[in-house]
């Protein structure tokens, strides 16, 4: 099992600048992937970012490139997403997702869901 627990959510105006952060804990290994989705009111979540604990390697949706950033912090077992020229369009809850495969699809493991709200 492993326990998930995101934060730095909140309400930014439109350009502007959020970082969420995702501490896991359990069992946690250097073969497990994080990642983040988001899940907008009356839409299916999607795939946003991902990122191996072991290499750092990085997966990103095409509507967030360029704009969000995830990077790792292997002692603290935390991961993090930084979001850059924010648009109305990413207001969503931003979920934490942990598991053994990389890729865009979800992995088991959720955590509770921070909300980012973008005003325009």
């Known amino acids: 099992q492993v326990q998930l627990v995101e934060s730095g959510g909140g309400l930014v105006q439109t350009g502007g600048s959020l970082r969420l952060s995702c501490a896991a804990s359990?069992?946690?290994?250097?073969?497990?992937?994080m990642g983040w989705f988001r899940q907008a009111p009356e839409k299916e979540r999607e795939f946003v970012a991902a990122i191996m604990w072991s290499g750092g390697f990085t997966l990103y949706a095409d509507s967030v490139k360029g704009r969000f950033t995830i990077s790792r912090d292997n002692a603290k077992n935390t991961v993090y997403l930084q979001m850059n020229s924010l648009k109305p369009e990413d207001t969503a809850v931003y979920y934490c997702?942990?598991?053994?495969?990389?890729?865009?699809?979800?992995?088991?493991?959720w955590g509770q869901g921070t909300q980012v709200t973008v005003s325009s």
């Open positions: 359990g069992r946690t290994s250097s073969g497990h992937v």
């Open positions: 997702n942990s598991g053994p495969t990389y890729g865009r699809r979800p992995n088991p493991y």
